[in-house]
């Protein structure tokens, strides 16, 4: 499968801050592709990067086998871009806008975005200005999928929208993914990208943290929940290649996050002494991005695997 | 072209749809401004001359906010960012930006060009539209028109670009716009330096002016080349991707830490006991952000007070002419000071962040206004210090230049700042409150200073006048400080402006108010009462079929000048020095050869001049009664005036008939005189008693002269041409006439319909032997005002008394201002009856 986004080692750095460190990622053509980060993890900084708004200081991205920095306006005219915070011209109608961009696009933009109008419900004699939040959101939706994009990039696009509308919008980005469109998207909405997203990205600190399909994420990340006969006995460490995410502790009950986790360490846990039980159960993906993003520093293991801190409240 | 125009023709659409209201706002600026011009009193000479300029600042105005528009808006709005992430090449962006604002500003001065055509249209140019101001501050007599219309051109499309230039180079629109201040002048600047350097190297030759005009006009074609390669390239760097270093160096440019050479990686000191009041915490907002705004607001204040108080330093007082540009300059800035108080952190977002925590809406509006009392305060003590340094020089010049006392500075500048808060609260754009504040100011200011004063006058008395006065003067303040709660809420635009609706008919109203008052206790007379002189004017006009020749000379008395003579026959002619003749019989021969057959009009400086000439022939007369001679001349005099008089009877205009009157009290007084008993069976003794016995047309004299000049005035009112004079007197001397701009506007024509019939009632009762007293005291407030209590003006019984009247009717000042004082006083009346008796 072609790649419609190739980035590598993709470096940004502002005063005093690195907000990418060698980013390398790669999404296929005809996906629905998620980056997820916590606040200042770089996520627009990355999107920046892509639509051409913002040269890296190192490393190198191709859009569509285009470069941002020389190939812009090519990169603009087949992909949408909807920012987290669309400024769009309040002076402006809902149909004088959609005119407007229809004038830099191809002839089909101002059919299709009346179209996506009239599915909102949105007046098009309102000037922006009187919209509500969700309605701009809708707007700046509807003109940028006017020209059917190949490439859709949204930064916190639900934001704003009626649960009704999310989801309306949601099903429409699997749609254009089924029809061979591609949607890169960031977004903190978990549930949400946990139901349409088919690659998931984690950035954390300007580091691709883990780059995995959807469902390979998921299966690859377990809970472990072990009870102890006392809260000292000691727990063996996990072989290779096991990753344990995060762990805590409630009394006689010790809780752990473990990446490739299978069933012979199962048994290597269930047969240590001092063990009453072992019980295993599948995370949610808002439960696995808290466990990749944890603040601290995760500890090293014996052999090398990364071990996280323990702290009251959960795994940071 | 075409297809450029319509693959471009959303993004031109766009353009010229931002740009559409600050066309409009500066088009109704310029006709309030224009309309208040019209109205200023004919005394206010400076404002009358400049303000016929005023279309010409509209594109100069548009050229300093069109960027701040287009550019600036789109920036602080981030919909540059959105526009941007559309197929469109900058390049492509900003020359459709450029060319709309060029193609606007054609538009501005054809817009411009109409105004002034108008303004040719109703006489403001009588000598033919010039510019008033050139490139090099040449006068226009220098050069080709060509080129003065060039320079205005150019030096406009020039500001443009330099407007272009800091809006891409400057993220803050404030700064933007205040930084074009500078660059603006800056072509002159050059042009000055280059000469200064010629006069250096060469001495101080003459220079070709329309050479040097040309070199002038080139810099500013180069200038504006050079300032729109660099707001192309500043463009082009806002427009491109980002590079991080870049963007690293924009953010923190303008940080203390930059200025100051420091780290950026050194932490802020945060003060460790946070601020206690609301007040100062606001205060330290103030000057929190916008640091170069306030930098170049504070620096436009400095030179204006400058400008105005150092006359007399060494370096300032030698150019004098720049003084009244640099207090404009400081003006501005106090203008600009105004809307910086709500914009930035004084913008509603900004200030709900304290109005969300409980702070009073007074204590916000003491905050924002801490700055610009501390601003002001500052510039006060500055101005007294530099007024007291410069007033101590000893310098040549220094008492030629005024320098306005401080509480009059403080009183303009707290106006200024008031009203431009107004405009700065209330109106959301930043470019058109930048050019509103300021043109708001000079017309309210300049409206409400002609007519308001004018409330002391009226029924309404000083007292009230100046409570209105002061309430109108704070009303901006107080508007802001009622509508702080609902702006810091967060209501903007329409709904702001709403609420402002009150206080804003109340500054309209408070200016009108004496205006308005007055005009309800104005004897205006009723449309029938018009009508029934329409129609006895229109007859006695019809009536009269008698050719009125006009008698105009110049009088000798005091000087040495040649008499100028109108001949009977129309021609003028020059007396030559030794051929002077100002005898009696010369003068009869001159002007009253045919006086038996034609009426005469005679202005008051030649009948003066006669009065004077005839009353020094009397006089000799009465030092030297033996004295054959003078005798001769008295008689002659007597017997020209009494043909004047005769002539002046039929004349329609009210003034010929107070002359005629003042003949034949001159007359009379002379006839009753001791030393001249004995001659009264001379011919013209004999003429001049016939002419004081026959009293019997001279009301119906009175009564044509009065519809006659009645219709006259009308007649020439409605054709446009300016209407100054009625029955010959100059209506500007009386006092009645000038109530202020609008009063004069609302006043003028019913002031003269009224005095009119007034007179003709004044006539009707005196005929019929009723007291005339209460058409007097009518024609007295008409006429007078308040200027004398009627118990001492020219109406009153006092004035009207025995030997009061002849003096009255000899008294120029009188005679050539008051119609009618003297009709049917005492003199005449004791004429009367004597010529029954006799």
Known sequence: MNHIIETSDLKMRFRGCDALRGVSLNVDEGTVFALLGENGAGKTTAIRILTGFQLPTSGTCRIMNLDPAKDALEIRRRTGYVSDAPALYDWMGVGEIGWFAATLYDEQFLPRYQESIRRYEIPEDRKIRHLSKGQRAKVALSLSLAHDPELLILDEPTSGLDPMVRRDFLESMIDRAASGRTVFLSSHQMAEVERVADVIAILHNGKVRVCEPLDTLKDSVTEVAISLEDPLVALPTLPAPAEVLGEQSYGRQRSMVVRHYDSAMHDLLATRVGVTGVAERALSLEEIFIAFTGRSQSRKPVDGAEVPMVTEGGVV | ?838
């Open chain 2, 1 to 838: 072209m075409t297809k450029g125009l319509i693959n471009n023709r959303g993004l031109i659409w766009k353009e010229v749809r931002q740009l559409v209201p600050l066309v409009a706002t500066l088009f109704a600026v310029g006709l309030v401004l224009m309309l208040v011009w019209q109205m200023s009193p004919a005394d206010m000479r400076e404002m009358r001359q400049h303000g016929r300029y005023i279309p010409l600042a509209l594109p100069g105005l548009f050229a300093v906010g069109a960027a701040a528009v287009t550019v600036g808006q789109e920036r602080d709005q981030k919909t540059i960012l959105w526009l941007t992430s559309m197929p469109v090449s900058p390049g492509r962006l900003i020359r459709i930006k450029l060319a709309v604002c060029t193609a606007a500003l054609g538009v501005m001065w054809i817009g411009c060009w109409a105004l002034i055509k108008i303004e040719l249209m109703v006489g403001a140019f009588p000598g033919g539209f010039r510019f008033p101001f050139l490139p090099n501050m040449n006068q226009e007599v220098f050069i080709t028109r060509q080129v003065a219309f060039l320079s205005w051109h150019l030096h406009t499309l020039y500001i443009l670009v330099c407007g272009f230039y800091t809006s891409w180079r400057i993220k803050n629109s404030f700064a933007g716009l205040i930084a074009i201040i500078p660059l603006a002048f800056a072509p002159f600047a050059v042009v000055h330096l280059g000469e200064s350097i010629r006069r250096m190297r060469v001495g101080l030759t003459f220079m070709d002016p329309v050479t040097s005009d040309l070199a002038a006009l080139a810099v500013t074609l180069a200038a504006t080349v050079i300032v729109g390669a660099l707001a192309w390239r500043a463009a082009m760097r806002v427009l491109s991707p980002a590079g991080a270093k870049k963007e690293s160096g924009d953010a923190n440019r303008l940080s203390p830490y930059a200025v100051f050479g420091l780290s950026t990686e050194t932490p802020r000191r945060v003060p460790d006991q946070p601020f206690r009041s609301t007040t100062l915490a606001m205060l330290r907002q103030s000057f929190g952000n916008n640091r170069l705004s306030l930098l170049g607001i504070l620096l436009m204040i400095l030179v204006g007070v400058i400008g105005a108080t150092a006359g007399g330093l060494p370096y300032f007082g030698s150019s004098r002419s720049g003084g009244s540009v640099q207090i404009f300059c400081g003006l501005l800035g106090v203008c600009f000071l105004g809307v910086f108080a709500f914009t930035g952190d004084g913008r509603a977002e900004r200030l709900r962040f304290f109005s969300d925590r409980g702070a009073s809406s007074a204590k916000l509006w003491l905050g924002r206004h801490l700055l610009a009392v501390g601003v002001l305060g500052f510039a006060s003590l500055l101005y007294l210090l530099v007024g007291v340094i410069s007033q101590s020089m000893e310098r040549e010049d220094r008492y030629y230049v005024y320098m306005p006392p401080l509480t009059l500075a403080i009183l303009l500048a707290v106006y200024c700042y008031s009203l431009s808060q107004w405009v700065g609260q209330t109106v959301r754009g930043l470019s058109i409150s930048l050019i509103l504040a300021p043109a708001a100011t000079v017309a309210s200011l300049l409206t409400a200073g002609a007519v308001l004063p004018q409330g002391g006058m009226t029924t309404i008395g000083a007292f009230i006048t100046l409570a209105l006065a002061v309430l109108w003067y704070f009303l901006p303040l107080i508007a802001t400080l009622l509508s702080m709660r609902a702006y810091a809420d967060g209501v903007q635009g329409r709904k702001l402006v709403a609420k402002s609706v009150p206080a804003l008919a109340l500054f309209v109203a408070i200016p009108l108010f004496p205006s308005t008052v007055e005009y309800f206790s104005y004897p205006i007379i009723t449309a029938a009462q018009r009508s029934s002189l329409a129609h006895q004017a229109t007859k006695a006009k019809t009536s009269s079929g008698l050719s009125i020749h006009s008698i105009t000379f110049q009088t000798p008395i005091g000087g040495r000048q040649l008499p100028d003579v109108n001949r009977s026959d129309g021609s003028k002619s020059a007396v030559a020095y030794d051929d002077r003749n100002f005898s009696a019989a010369h003068l009869a021969n001159v002007y009253a050869d045919d006086a038996q057959k034609r009426g005469a009009m005679c202005d008051p400086a030649t009948f003066n001049g006669i009065l004077s000439l005839a009353s020094f022939a009397k006089v000799q007369f009465m030092h030297s009664p033996k004295d054959e001679h003078a005798l001769a001349e008295l008689n002659d005099w007597m017997e020209t005036m009494t043909k004047l008089a005769r002539r002046l009877r039929p004349s329609w205009r009210v003034i010929d008939q107070d002359h005629a009157d003042a003949i034949v009290s001159w007359v009379a007084d002379t006839l009753a005189s001791d030393q001249y008993q004995m001659h009264l069976d001379q011919p013209a003794a004999q003429a001049a008693q016939e002419l004081i016995a026959d009293t019997q047309g001279w009301s119906d004299a009175r009564r044509r002269a009065v519809l006659i000049s009645w219709y006259q005035w009308n007649e020439k009112s409605q054709s446009g041409a300016p209407a100054d004079q009625f029955g010959g007197y100059s209506i500007d001397s009386w006092y009645g006439i000038h109530r202020g701009g609008l009063g004069q506007w609302l006043f003028r024509n019913h002031m003269i319909d009224s005095i009119a019939f007034h007179l003709l009632e004044l006539l009707d009762a005196e005929e019929q032997g009723q007291s005339s007293l209460q058409q007097r005291k009518t024609l007295h407030e008409l006429i007078c005002r308040t200027y004398q209590v009627f118990e001492r003006g020219p109406y009153s019984d006092r004035a009207r008394r025995n030997g009061a009247s002849q003096a009255a009717l000899l008294n120029t000042e009188t005679r050539t201002n008051y119609p009618g004082a003297q009709w049917y006083a005492a003199w005449e009346k004791e004429l009367t009856q004597n010529a029954i008796t006799d």
